[in-house]
């Protein structure tokens, strides 16, 4: 969190220096720095209560809140940065008027505008996966996949009304979670809660779930694997299930799990579909899985951060083809805390797996 800080109060004091450059006067600058360290102050205090676990000093759906607001306030001056740089950029770093600051505060707003639109703008995103490993008489089996839902925060009823119905219009076969689905005080979460469980009841061949990073975070403080079975999901972790004639194969959240240990001989013949939160091949998936649905990055959330994330985990956004099989990492549901994204679409991915 401290890099984060840093790096606002740096873009801070550019804008500032642009500011006053421009002519704005010196109680409005100031107005503005005080108002902008408090939020960074809140955000600091409310993160020390969320890795101390310890909310004697605000309520904890108040400190999710508070987080949420400072993380959005971090994306926004940021976003300030790079615009008055911009519009530096773009007049050769001549003296800063008033003009430029309106264009730059303008196209501030303009992109912070779009990046909270794009955030619950949640669209379904079709692949198609063909198999000879069908079991007989079945033609097609259609799989409704979500990841990084993370509710809590800033995430609104609204948004989960628009994507549960995107769930509920594909029909799904099987419905899967891939983790980091619940994400703060979910006593304020009840009708989210029950839409989770009606998804779930419609599912015609069942729905399962794993666990992502945030389900194990302790500032939770809730049984987070307690409410996802209560909702109707089938929790695998390091386990197997046969649904609709093909293995579902369950991975604990961890880096590079592994495959080989959970399958048995049989699974050879069927199609084996991997559920794991976090992108990367296990070191013995060679031939093992014919598709493993992963989350986790957000699509990076801001472009062209999914690069650099994907680069980290050796993985590839989207379709590829891996280690005999085929992987699919998805952009995510939600979002983490800060309620915008910028140009990477949020999905419901509804995969359809088809006879070869």
Known sequence: MSWYITMTLGALWYICRKLKEAGVPKFLLNVFVLLIIFCLAMGYETQFDFEMAEYDIF?????????????????????GFLSFFGVSLITRFRAFTKR???????????VTGYSMFEAYYVQPRYVTIPTSKLPEGTDRIRIVFMADI?????????????????????KPDILLLGGDTLDGDMSCRKRELEMLKEAAGKARYGAFAVNGNHEHYIILDVDVEGIIRECGYDLLINERREAAGITILGLEDIHYGWIRPYLEPEDAERFVLVLKHRPGVPEDAEGRFDLMLSGHTHGGQFWPLGYFKNMALNSVQGL??????????????????AMMRLFVLPEVTVIDIVRE
């Not at 590829?320 to 805390?337: L, M, T």
């Open 59 to 79: 309520p904890f759906h108040f400190s999710e809140i508070v987080r949420a607001v400072n993380l959005n306030v971090i994306i926004i001056t940021l976003y």
């Open 100 to 110: 430029k600051a309106a264009c730059a505060v303008v196209l501030m707003i303009i």
């Open 150 to 170: 993370h509710i809590g925060g800033l995430y609104t009823l609204k948004h989960f009304e628009r994507v549960m119905k995107i769930v509920d219009d594909e």
């Open 320 to 337: 590829s083809k891996k280690a005999g099989g085929y992987v699919y990492v998805s952009n995510g549901v939600g979002f983490n805390q």
